[in-house]
């Protein structure tokens, strides 16, 4: 068996194939794209294709980057951490809840420091502008009592 990989002009690999008959020919290659030949199967989300072989790609900082292929290096997705910053967020607000309706069915208001974390959390995703911002912004601490 024959393994082979499908390349962008980027370098980026895209599909790793395997053939009895080695590689395809051209006119069996999609468009925008060259089968490399290699000595096995590949993961196609770590490794690149630098005109000469497979490398690995380095180590990805989180799983919110993407490998720009182009410039070579991994770039944040703020759309992916934005959205992954609200999942927690609304996860923790859920969390949460059963303290308010607590307050809410004995006729009790909600505590202070539940009503502060809470809107902590909501105020958490406006105040991440940039890669910085995102990085370093605080996560309450939820109340103890």
Request: charged share 25%; net charge neutral.
């Amino acid at each position: 068996m024959k393994h082979y990989v499908l390349v962008k002009e980027t370098g980026e690999v895209v599909s790793s194939c395997v053939s009895s008959e080695g590689l395809p020919p051209p006119e069996m290659v999609p468009p925008g794209l060259c089968a490399v030949e290699v000595a096995g199967m590949v993961d196609t989300a770590s490794v690149r294709f630098d005109g000469q072989s497979v490398t690995p790609l380095p180590p990805r900082p989180s799983e919110h980057h993407r490998f720009d292929h182009a410039a070579l290096k991994w770039k944040l997705d703020m759309g992916r951490a934005i959205n992954a910053m609200r999942e927690r967020r609304n996860r923790l607000l859920a969390a949460s809840d059963p303290v308010v309706l607590r307050a809410v069915e004995t006729g009790q208001g909600v505590p202070q420091e539940w009503t502060r974390y809470r809107q902590a959390l909501r105020d958490l995703p406006a105040a991440v502008t940039d890669e910085a911002s995102l990085l370093t912004a605080p996560w309450p601490a939820a109340p103890t009592a």
